[in-house]
C-alpha cells in the first residue's frame, strides 16, 4: 500500500538561492507545458505507428515526478535515465525533435545518430548533465551510475580539476532512473551495497508502476523499492506519490539537497500510474484488465496538475492556449524529424572504437644495465609507474588492497604506497567491479580492476557485454569506456576447475573490446601501458602459470625490465623464433601461431626441429595482427594455431579457418589447430590435467604431420 514519506535527516542550510519553491505559479505552468508537451508527444507516436515503426516506450503517468526531477538537475550533475524517461529528458532541456530523431533513427540522432532505440540517450552537452550510453537491460544501469558517483566521490577527495561543479560551487549528484521491476535484479543490489560502503552521492529514483510487462508486482516481489532499501544500512530513503507534481518536487528537491549536501546515498520511491502500453509493440491491452487501467487512469498526473492551476486562479483560457502551443510544437517536431535524412550505410562501422593512444612501440624494452624481473612484478611495476603519473589513475578488485595486496601478490605494497582510496579492496562482486569502471571513465577516472581467477568472470559479462561494450558504438563515439580489466588465467600445477580456465574465446565472441595477452615480462610491462593509456576497453589476460616462471620451460617469461616509457601498440604479434632460411627456401619449414603458455610449449618442441619452426606470439587477440599472420603462412605454407582453451569452436579454430580462407593458395598442407580436450572443466589431479593439456610431446606429433606433407 503506498505511504507518503517524504521525510529525511536534517540538512545543513543549502546555499543560497539554492531553495526553489514548489508552489509558485511559474513553476507549475512550466511543468504543466512540459507535461503537456510529453503528452502531446506520445499520442502523435500513437496515431502515427506506420512511421513509428521502431520500438518505443512513453512516459505517460509517470510525468509529474520526472518533471519534477529534471528540472531541480544542474549541468554539473550526472544522469542515468531508462526508457521511460522522455518526460525526464524534456525537463532536462532537450527538445521534443532531438527525442524524435532517436525515435525514428535518424543521422541526426543526437545521441546515437540512429543506432539505438527512443529515450536511450547519451549526452555531453555542456548545458546540461552528462548523460552516459543507456542499455535497454533493466537495473544494468544501476552499476555503471553508482559508477559514476564512486567517481565523483574520488575526485572530490583528491581535489581533482575534473570535478564539474555548479555555477555557485555546488557538488555534482548522480540520479539514477529505474523501473520498480528492475530492483529485483541482483546487480541492483551490488550497487546499493557499494552506495552505503562508501557513501556516495547518488540517487536512486524509483518510479514503481506496479507492472514489470505483463507480471504485476504480486506475482514478482515480496516487497517494494522503499520496502527492501531498509535493509540496506545507510541508505536514506523516501516515498511520495509521483503523480502528484507538488509532492513530486518537494521530495525531489530534499532528495536532491541532501545528496549534494551531504554526500551520501538516498532512494526514492515514486508510486506512478502506468497510462501508456509497456512499449508500442507490448499494448496494454493485451494483458491488463478494464478495472486496473481505469484505477491507474484515475491517478493520472495532468489532470491533477490542470486541477490544481485552476485552484490557484489560473484562468481555462490559459491552460488551452499552452495546451494548443504545445500541440502544435510537437506537430512541427515530428514533421521535421520524420522528414530529415536516414543515416548513410557507409557509417554503419563508425564509432567500434575510438582510435588508440599508442599506435607505435615507443621507449627501450632492454635498457642496458636492467634486472630481469618475473612477469608478475613488470605488472606490478607497470601498475605503480601508471599510479605515479596519473592522479586519476584507480586500482580495485578482490583482495588487491592494503595487507594482501593480491592473491598472486601482483598489488603488493601500492595501496601502502597510494593510499586506500586509490588502491583498495572490493566486495565479491564481479558485475560491479567489471560494470562501475563505465561510471568512473564518464566522469574522467581512469580505472584499472581485476576480476581474480578467469573462472568467475562470467557473473560480470552482463556488463561487459551489455553497457562496457556497446557504449563507444551506440552514443557515436560519444563514450567510449576507458578501462583495463586484469583477469588472471590459465592451468598449472593442480589448480583445479575453478581456477584453470580459458576464457579467451568467451571474450573474443564480445565485440567493442580489446583483448590482450602477454607472454613475458616485457610485454606484459609494454602492454599493460598501452592497454591502460587506450580510451577503450582492455580486458588482459595473464597467465599465472607465467607469473613466477615456476613451471618448466617458462624461465624465458623472465625478461630484462623495460624502461617506464616502454610500450607496445595493442594489434603488433612478435616473432619469438624465425625459422632457418634455407629451411623456408627447401620447403622443410612450418608456422606455429600461439599466445599465453602456448609460447612455451612451441619453444619446448621446436628443439627437436632446429631451423625448421618460425614461432609467432600474437600478444593481442583483438586487435590481431592479421597482417603478421598472414604474411608467415604465405612464407611457410605450413601452419599450426596452438592454444591452451578447449579446441573445439575456439578463437583458434576460428583463426585456422580465416587462415585456410586468407593463404589458400600458399598451403602446402592443411591448417592444423591444437588445444586443450573437450572437457567441461581442467582437474585437479596433475596427470589429468596434463592428460587435458597440450604439452611439447603433443606439439611434436603435429609438427611431424605437418612437415611430413
Not at 589476460?541 to 630484462?560: C, R
Not at 624465425?578 to 612451441?602: E, L
Not at 628443439?607 to 604465405?634: H, M, Q, S
Amino acid at each position: 500500500m503506498f505511504k507518503d514519506n517524504t521525510s529525511v535527516p536534517t540538512l545543513k542550510a543549502p546555499p543560497a538561492g539554492q531553495e526553489r519553491p514548489a508552489s509558485n505559479e511559474t513553476l507549475l505552468l512550466k511543468a504543466y507545458r512540459l507535461m503537456c508537451l510529453a503528452r502531446h508527444m506520445a499520442a502523435t507516436y500513437e496515431a502515427n505507428r506506420a512511421t513509428c515503426k521502431y520500438v518505443h516506450s512513453a512516459s505517460s503517468g509517470h510525468e509529474a515526478i520526472q518533471i519534477a526531477a529534471g528540472l531541480q538537475l544542474q549541468p554539473c550533475d550526472y544522469v542515468s535515465p531508462y526508457y521511460r524517461d522522455d518526460s525526464l529528458l524534456l525537463a532536462m532541456g532537450f527538445t521534443p525533435e532531438e527525442l524524435m530523431l532517436q525515435l525514428l533513427a535518424k543521422a541526426g540522432d543526437p545521441f546515437s545518430a540512429g543506432r539505438s532505440y527512443y529515450c536511450h540517450p547519451s549526452s555531453r552537452q555542456e548545458d546540461k548533465p552528462v548523460i552516459p550510453h543507456q542499455s535497454s537491460a533493466t537495473g544494468m544501469q544501476v552499476i555503471p551510475a553508482t559508477g559514476m558517483a564512486q567517481g565523483v566521490r574520488y575526485l572530490e577527495k583528491t581535489g581533482s580539476g575534473l570535478l564539474r561543479k555548479g555555477s555557485g560551487g555546488e557538488l555534482p549528484v548522480v540520479l539514477c532512473s529505474l523501473g520498480d521491476g528492475s530492483v529485483t535484479e541482483g546487480e541492483v543490489s551490488e550497487a546499493w551495497q557499494c552506495a552505503v560502503l562508501w557513501q556516495l552521492p547518488v540517487i536512486y529514483l524509483v518510479q514503481d508502476n506496479e507492472w514489470g510487462i505483463s507480471a504485476a508486482a504480486a506475482e514478482t516481489r515480496v516487497m517494494n523499492a522503499y520496502e527492501y532499501a531498509a535493509g540496506f544500512k545507510g541508505l536514506e530513503r523516501m516515498q511520495v506519490d509521483g503523480s502528484d507534481f507538488e509532492k513530486s518536487y518537494q521530495a525531489m528537491q530534499a532528495a536532491i539537497q541532501y545528496v549534494r549536501i551531504e554526500r551520501k546515498p538516498m532512494l526514492v520511491q515514486a508510486c506512478v500510474p502506468l497510462l501508456a502500453h509497456h512499449t508500442s509493440g507490448v499494448r496494454k491491452e493485451w494483458y491488463r484488465p478494464a478495472e486496473d487501467l481505469a484505477a491507474h487512469t484515475r491517478r493520472d498526473p495532468l489532470p491533477q496538475l490542470r486541477q490544481l492551476l485552476l485552484g490557484k486562479g489560473i484562468k481555462e483560457t490559459t491552460l488551452a492556449a499552452i495546451d494548443d502551443e504545445t500541440a502544435h510544437t510537437v506537430a512541427a517536431a515530428f514533421e521535421a524529424a520524420a522528414e530529415a535524412a536516414e543515416p548513410d550505410p557507409q557509417t554503419v562501422q563508425d564509432h567500434v572504437f575510438a582510435p588508440a593512444a599508442v599506435v607505435t612501440e615507443t621507449g627501450t624494452r632492454t635498457p642496458q644495465g636492467g634486472n630481469k624481473v618475473v612477469m608478475v612484478d613488470a605488472a606490478l611495476h607497470a601498475v605503480e609507474e601508471i599510479l605515479q603519473q596519473y592522479p586519476e589513475a584507480v586500482f580495485f578488485g578482490q583482495d588487491v588492497g592494503r595487507r594482501l595486496g593480491g592473491v598472486f601478490r601482483e598489488a603488493a605494497t601500492l595501496a601502502e604506497k597510494f593510499g586506500d582510496h586509490r588502491v583498495y579492496n572490493t566486495a565479491i562482486q564481479e558485475a560491479y567491479i567489471i560494470g562501475s569502471t563505465v561510471g568512473l571513465s564518464a566522469v574522467g577516472v581512469k580505472p584499472i580492476v581485476e576480476v581474480q581467477f578467469a573462472d568467475y568472470i562470467y557473473t560480470g559479462l552482463n556488463q561487459l557485454v551489455t553497457e562496457i561494450s556497446k557504449s563507444c558504438y551506440l552514443s557515436a563515439g560519444k563514450f567510449p569506456v576507458q578501462t583495463l580489466i586484469r583477469v588472471p588465467i590459465g592451468a598449472y600445477g593442480g589448480g583445479g576447475p575453478y581456477h584453470s580456465g580459458s576464457i579467451e574465446t568467451t571474450l573474443l565472441s564480445i565485440k567493442g573490446i580489446k583483448v590482450v595477452y602477454p607472454s613475458n615480462g616485457a610485454d606484459m610491462k609494454g602492454l599493460m601501458k598501452a592497454a591502460f593509456l587506450d580510451p577503450n576497453p582492455v580486458v588482459m589476460l595473464e597467465h599465472k602459470g607465467l607469473y613466477w616462471s615456476k613451471v618448466p620451460g617458462t624461465q624465458d617469461a623472465m625478461t630484462i625490465e623495460p624502461d617506464r616509457d616502454y610500450m607496445i601498440p595493442l594489434g603488433k604479434g612478435r616473432v619469438v623464433q624465425p625459422a632457418h632460411p634455407k629451411d623456408v627456401q627447401h620447403g622443410n619449414s612450418i608456422c606455429i601461431i600461439t599466445y599465453g603458455m602456448g609460447v612455451y610449449w612451441a619453444m619446448a618442441a621446436a628443439r627437436a626441429f632446429p631451423g625448421n619452426i618460425e614461432i609467432i606470439d600474437l600478444r593481442t587477440l583483438y586487435p590481431l595482427d592479421e597482417e603478421l599472420v598472414f604474411k608467415t603462412v604465405n612464407k611457410h605454407g605450413k601452419c599450426l594455431v596452438l592454444t591452451e582453451e578447449q579446441l573445439n569452436n575456439s578463437f583458434a579454430q576460428a583463426l585456422a579457418a580465416r587462415i585456410q580462407q586468407r593463404c589458400f593458395r600458399s598451403l602446402d598442407a592443411p591448417v592444423l589447430a591444437m588445444g586443450a580436450l573437450n572437457l567441461p572443466a581442467v582437474p585437479i589431479n596433475i596427470a589429468l590435467e596434463s592428460a587435458m593439456l597440450p604439452t611439447p610431446e603433443k606439439v611434436q606429433a603435429s609438427i611431424h604431420e605437418l612437415l611430413a606433407y
